[in-house]
């Protein structure tokens, strides 16, 4: 290569590797090859495996929630914001497998709080913007919790059974989309008992 390797190449060549072969496929010598570098290159950035193992989480935190988040910014109105949320994070789970691969980590030491914090934000997240829509904080809550889990559902049969999913997978977003929008009908008033 003719321009020196950031400390970020690197991070983003180890979340490649960890996409394609989880965890234990983020090792130096392999990611040096594909980079086309030597280990001393990783040396100039990082002290060991681990640190990069950090780095790379630090850099899918920031790219699969900060940026994600950032870029939201530029919609109007809650409601176009979780549209576009649910559109853009479920295509990324369709063709990237770097979530899955973290959550089959989930027990290594640096893994899990970074999975727990951001899991948290993302709830908190959209919890903000269906509170902006109207719903009360509880509501808002399960509803956040709800979509979260259907964006990793989602992604899971993405990975291990894609013929599970429908053909058109624009309009199940749609329609998981409108239903978590959707404020529940109240209960008919209980008509009065007659006395006895």
């Known amino acids: 290569m003719t321009q ?11 979340l490649d590797a960890l996409g394609r072969g989880g965890l234990p496929a983020i090792a130096v010598e392999p990611i040096a090859a594909r980079l086309g570098t030597t280990k001393g290159s990783f040396y100039w950035h990082f002290r060991n495996r681990d640190a990069l193992i950090e ?10 929630t ?3 988040i950032e870029a939201l910014k530029a919609e109007e109105g809650p409601e176009a914001k979780l549209r576009k949320l649910f559109t853009t994070v479920i ?20 893994v899990g709080p970074v999975l727990q914090r951001v899991a948290e934000r993302r709830v908190t997240y959209v919890r903000e913007l269906f509170e ?21 559902g989602h992604t899971q049969l993405a990975h291990t059974a894609r013929a599970a ?10 329609s998981a989309i409108d239903a978590l929008l959707t404020a529940p009908t109240p209960a008919p008033p209980t008509p009065p008992t007659s006395p006895t």
């Open 132 to 152: 902006e829509v109207g719903f009360t904080p509880e509501e808002a809550h399960h509803r956040a919790t709800l979509g979260v889990s259907i964006y990793l």
């Open 55 to 64: 780095a790379a989480l630090h850099r899918w935190e920031e790219r699969g």
């Open 91 to 110: 295509a990324f789970g369709l063709s990237h497998r770097i979530e899955l691969s973290l959550l089959g980590s989930r027990d290594h030491p640096a």
């Open 4 to 14: 020196r390797l950031s400390a970020e190449d690197w991070a983003d060549a180890a």
């Open 66 to 68: 900060s940026q994600v």
């Open 165 to 174: 999913l429908p053909e058109n997978v624009d309009a199940l977003i749609t």
